[in-house]
């Protein structure tokens, strides 16, 4: 029997990799272009990364343990929540954040001619470099956390570590692209945009500190179970750094992650509906 060679990919199912590949090589270039604010611009990470040690060191120097997390932990956790940031910097927040601009000057025209789906082309266009560099630095502090706590994961707990970063970053992107997709019927829509950073400022801080009043409670249980930004971090740090969790708040997030990216994609599409384009 002769083998039968792989039939090449439709023109109209584009090879999704190789775009992402070109991407990358475009904004490769366009970092060379302007080499002194790539170099800036990782020099200002750098000293924002040292502030939030030095600061947390200064603390840890007055207390043991912040609500139950050792300095070891918490170091862990810092470094899951500047890992899970500077992912969403390096493919999300540049390309979602320009949506509104596409809108407004008529760039989306273009984007819907191209035979490539559009969610993925405003997704994924522009890549940030520098945040792809910054991921080092926060990875070397996750290191600094074992060797404080001296717990090793295990391979288990890395690969789900890994898988729980993915829905955390599935549920951030999910909300962006709500917030972008109002642009087009808002026309600018840069305060509900900010209003995401607000947001997410929650899930820098452990899920335990959101206690002690009927605030702390209503705030706790709405960002855990509603909208679970305090899982977002807390629950992939404790599986890295070796800490007790409530394993239901696993299928909360998995749960959290597939109805985000199922809404967000409607909520995408029915903008594009209601898009009129520059020239109407």
């Not at 740090?237 to 998995?254: E, H, K, M, S, T």
């Amino acid at each position: 029997m002769m083998e039968q060679t792989p039939s090449p990919p439709r023109p109209d199912q584009p090879d999704y990799l190789r775009v992402l590949r070109t991407f990358l090589v475009n904004s490769l270039v366009r970092e060379m272009q302007f080499r002194g604010n790539f170099v800036i611009e990782l020099l200002t990470h750098a000293f924002w990364f040292t502030m939030q040690v030095v600061l947390f060191r200064v603390i840890f120097g007055n207390v043991s343990t912040v609500n139950g997390w050792s300095r070891g932990e918490y170091f862990g956790f810092m470094a899951t929540a500047m890992i899970l940031n500077a992912l969403m910097e390096a493919f999300f927040v540049p390309n979602l954040a320009n949506l509104s601009e596409l809108v407004r000057t008529g760039g989306l025209d273009f984007a819907l001619l191209k035979p490539i789906d559009t969610q993925f082309l405003v997704s994924f266009e522009k890549l940030d470099l520098g945040a792809f560099v910054q991921l080092l630095l926060p990875s070397g502090l996750l290191a600094y956390s074992f060797a404080q706590t001296g717990h090793l994961p295990s391979l288990g707990d890395a690969a789900l570590y890994l898988g729980l970063l993915l829905l955390s970053v599935a549920i951030y992107y999910s909300l962006m692209l709500v917030f972008a997709s109002t642009s087009v019927w808002l026309g600018r829509n840069q305060g509900l945009y900010e209003f995401w950073f607000y947001i997410t400022i929650f899930a820098r801080y452990p899920r335990d500190i959101y206690r002690g009043s009927w605030a702390a409670d209503a705030l706790r249980f709405g960002f855990s179970f509603v909208l679970p930004i305090l899982l977002v971090v807390t629950v992939p740090a404790q599986v890295i750094v070796g800490r007790i969790f409530q394993p239901g708040f696993l299928a909360v997030l998995v749960v959290a992650a597939g109805i985000s990216l199922v809404l967000s994609r409607w909520v995408f599409h029915r903008a594009l509906r209601a898009y009129g384009s520059a020239s109407s």
